[in-house]
């Protein structure tokens, strides 16, 4: 099986491809890549949502995911994590499949995507970040109510602890689950535009805790729709289209050439594609 369509363009240039060598064996000889993607397709109905992705993270970068509205975005991170089913591929973290390293891997979904009527205190839905690491059946204590504190105080949410999650505004709503996420302690955080509808202060928050977290060596990948901030916030780019159109450094790959084959083109690209998945489908 080829990895792309023989009429699909490659997911780099050549230049582009040197250069991502070269970033990849500079943190790869000491130890695995933090997230790596292999021939990732992903289809609803046998309509193509993502095909063949191939993607090599490497640990202490702080990644981001752009395209347009439809491209996959959110569909590549929840396949990635095992949330929705895919076609083919395969997604290990540290070297190691996904469901073997959970508690490594901290997760901040959409915020559109949570039951915000749900009855729970804004504490205890940071408190729920420590709970990978507690055993079976064990329940949380005072240790681990003051790590959910020091989250909560860290974002900005210090005195707020026994409100209803309903009763806080967006921003507020979102810094919440970034605090569950910062409670787990992982090393892999995976977050799903996590700056959409914010205010400017919760922005802000958001911009320097992306930057804490790898100045210590962690990992961060980030769904973002802000083209204007890209090239501030992020070490890596994966611009993405159904498919990997370029990933590697943001100073190299984040072009106007490669802007242009990421959001202009889709449903050329989509009826192409339609038809191959259905073939896969049927073979798998």
Same mark, same amino acid.
């Given at each position: 099986?080829? %990895?792309?369509?023989?009429?699909?363009?490659?997911?780099?240039?050549?230049?582009?491809?040197?250069?991502?060598?070269?970033?990849?064996? %500079?943190?790869? &000889?000491?130890?695995?890549?933090?997230?790596?993607?292999?021939?990732?397709?992903?289809?609803?109905?046998?309509?193509?949502? $993502?095909?063949?992705?191939? /993607?090599?993270? &490497?640990?202490?970068?702080?990644?981001?995911?752009?395209?347009?509205?439809?491209?996959?975005? +959110?569909?590549?991170?929840?396949?990635?994590?095992?949330?929705?089913?895919?076609?083919?591929?395969?997604?290990?973290?540290?070297?190691?499949?996904?469901?073997?390293?959970?508690?490594?891997?901290?997760?901040?979904?959409?915020?559109? +995507?949570?039951?915000?009527?749900?009855?729970?205190?804004?504490?205890?839905?940071?408190?729920?970040?420590?709970?990978?690491?507690?055993?079976?059946?064990?329940?949380?204590?005072?240790? @681990?109510?003051?790590?959910?504190?020091?989250?909560? @105080?860290?974002?900005? $949410?210090?005195? /707020?602890?026994?409100? &209803?999650?309903?009763?806080? +505004?967006?921003?507020?709503?979102?810094?919440?689950?970034?605090?569950?996420? /910062?409670?787990?302690?992982?090393?892999?955080?995976?977050?799903?535009?996590?700056?959409?509808?914010?205010?400017?202060?919760?922005?802000?928050?958001?911009?320097?805790?992306?930057?804490?977290?790898?100045? &210590?060596?962690?990992?961060?990948?980030?769904?973002?729709?802000? /083209?204007?901030?890209?090239? @501030?916030?992020?070490?890596?780019?994966?611009?993405?289209?159904?498919?990997?159109?370029?990933?590697?450094?943001?100073?190299?790959?984040?072009?106007?050439?490669? $802007?242009?084959?990421?959001?202009?083109?889709?449903?050329?690209?989509?009826?192409? $594609?339609?038809?191959?998945? +259905?073939?896969?489908?049927?073979?798998?």
């Amino acid at each position: 099986m080829s %990895s792309h369509p023989s009429s699909a363009e490659p997911p780099f240039t050549p230049s582009q491809v040197d250069s991502k060598r070269q970033l990849d064996s %500079s943190t790869s &000889q000491d130890q695995p890549p933090a997230f790596e993607i292999h021939d990732l397709t992903v289809a609803y109905q046998r309509r193509p949502v $993502l095909w063949n992705v191939d /993607l090599k993270l &490497q640990p202490g970068r702080l990644v981001g995911i752009i395209g347009p509205n439809g491209a996959g975005k +959110s569909t590549l991170i929840k396949a990635a994590l095992g949330l929705i089913p895919k076609v083919n591929g395969w997604v290990e973290a540290f070297g190691r499949p996904v469901n073997q390293v959970r508690r490594r891997i901290g997760y901040v979904p959409q915020r559109e +995507s949570v039951d915000w009527d749900f009855p729970i205190r804004v504490c205890d839905v940071a408190l729920m970040g420590t709970y990978p690491k507690l055993g079976w059946f064990a329940r949380p204590g005072h240790a @681990e109510k003051e790590r959910a504190a020091r989250c909560l @105080e860290r974002v900005g $949410l210090a005195g /707020l602890e026994h409100r &209803q999650i309903g009763e806080l +505004s967006g921003g507020q709503q979102q810094r919440v689950f970034l605090a569950r996420a /910062l409670a787990q302690e992982a090393d892999l955080y995976i977050m799903d535009e996590p700056m959409a509808g914010v205010d400017a202060a919760t922005e802000k928050t958001i911009f320097e805790l992306l930057r804490d977290l790898r100045d &210590q060596g962690k990992t961060v990948v980030v769904v973002h729709h802000d /083209l204007r901030s890209v090239p @501030e916030i992020f070490d890596d780019v994966v611009m993405l289209n159904l498919r990997v159109v370029a990933y590697g450094p943001t100073a190299l790959v984040f072009n106007s050439t490669n $802007l242009e084959n990421t959001y202009r083109g889709r449903l050329t690209i989509l009826e192409r $594609l339609g038809q191959a998945v +259905s073939t896969k489908q049927r073979t798998e």
